[in-house]
């Protein structure tokens, strides 16, 4: 289905009961966004805990749809792909754009194959890592990613491997950095081309700074009333870019050492090539004992070997037990609450 500014009330006057979910969800949204009200409802993806409902202001998510349409220079009449949920604020911010900049919704059932029937070109994507992999490994459907000029990538960690074959594309593809509380994100790292960085970019209005935890603050006036403390490791470089190095709840404290488990992570996907996660248990001696959970098609029998001469010993799991599936959260992130409740039921 395609949406634009021309037919959006005929798209609410044809709503029924016989309409696709994800329409209705635009309808829901739409109907939100244009009451009289000048704030929405948003809710967080519940990533590492229960997920929040807070408000915002429909200006707020404005401004921030102005900022990315000019960063990445989408105008009126672009083709733009929604396939994300709308439960979620990426999903949300793709519609808020396209109001904003006048662009056309192509819209698609949220799944793991976004381009699966897309037969339009595309001049802009938002997709989170398990999407765009899984689009990678059917031809038709790559070829349709390259011919989409631009493409953004959020909501988890993108991997080695993802990275390496995104490196490859002929089009413009970015990391984005941002969460619910920012209305997406507020700053961007080039994947591929001459642009290529290792390190995030934010707009030029926002101003970034470090708490005495070692976390990142986040000054973004035009998305955020207030100042943000966020619960991200990172370092802030003299150019003003900065680099996430993981979670301040990720941290796990095992015989006095704190291990960033998402550094553990990154260096175990050379190895692992199916899913898994590093999570923790309360230990008596070392207090808290790193466990690692991999899917149940996973040849564990050489996994500690091959562990042992890539980590030093205090970063390696104490254990190893394989899962039906890795937890995740509404909006693909793996939950790392369930996954601290899944390790303790199996140690």
Same mark, same amino acid.
């Not at 604020?89 to 396209?98: D, E, L, P, S, T």
């Not at 969460?179 to 934010?202: C, D, K, W």
């Not at 070997?305 to 980590?311: K, M, P, R, T, V």
């Given at each position: ?93 793709? %519609? ?167 550094? %553990? ?83």
């Amino acid at each position: 289905m395609i949406c634009n500014a021309d037919n959006i009330q005929q798209l609410i006057s044809e709503v029924s009961d016989n309409t696709p979910q994800i329409q209705r969800d635009l309808y829901n949204f739409l109907a939100d966004w244009f009451n009289e009200s000048p704030y929405i409802t948003v809710h967080t993806s519940g990533s590492t805990g229960t997920p929040k409902e807070f408000t915002v202001r429909k200006e707020q998510m404005m401004q921030s749809a102005i900022l990315t349409c000019s960063f990445l220079h989408l105008y009126k009449g672009d083709n733009v792909l929604l396939c994300m949920p709308l439960q979620y604020i990426a999903g949300k911010m793709v %519609v808020v754009r396209a109001l904003v900049a006048g662009l056309t919704l192509i819209l698609r059932t949220p799944s793991g194959h976004p381009l699966a029937d897309v037969d339009i070109p595309l001049r802009f994507a938002a997709m989170i890592p398990l999407q765009v992999y899984n689009t990678l490994q059917v031809k038709e459907e790559k070829k349709r990613l390259c011919q989409t000029e631009i493409l953004i990538i959020g909501g988890g960690a993108i991997n080695k491997e993802l990275e390496e074959e995104i490196q490859q594309l002929p089009n413009m593809v970015y990391s984005t950095y941002g969460m619910t509380e920012t209305l997406s994100h507020i700053a961007l790292r080039r994947l591929n081309g001459a642009e290529a960085s290792q390190v995030y970019t934010p707009f030029s209005s926002v101003k970034l700074s470090i708490s005495p935890e070692g976390t990142l603050i986040i000054n973004a006036p035009l998305v955020c009333d207030e100042t943000l403390v966020t619960n991200d490791i990172a370092q802030i470089h003299s150019d003003g870019t900065f680099t996430i190095l993981g979670r301040k709840d990720n941290i796990v404290n095992t015989g006095g050492i704190k291990v960033q488990i998402e550094c %553990v992570e990154e260096t175990l996907r050379s190895i692992i090539s199916t899913t898994f996660a590093i999570t923790a248990v309360p230990h008596p001696g070392l207090g808290e004992a790193i466990v690692l959970l991999v899917e149940k098609t996973t040849d564990t029998e050489r996994l500690p070997d091959q562990i042992a001469s890539l980590l030093p010993k205090y970063q390696q799991p104490k254990y190893i037990r394989k899962v039906d599936a890795i937890p995740l959260t509404g909006s693909g992130k793996t939950d790392r609450k369930a996954c601290r409740q899944l390790a303790a039921k199996l140690i």
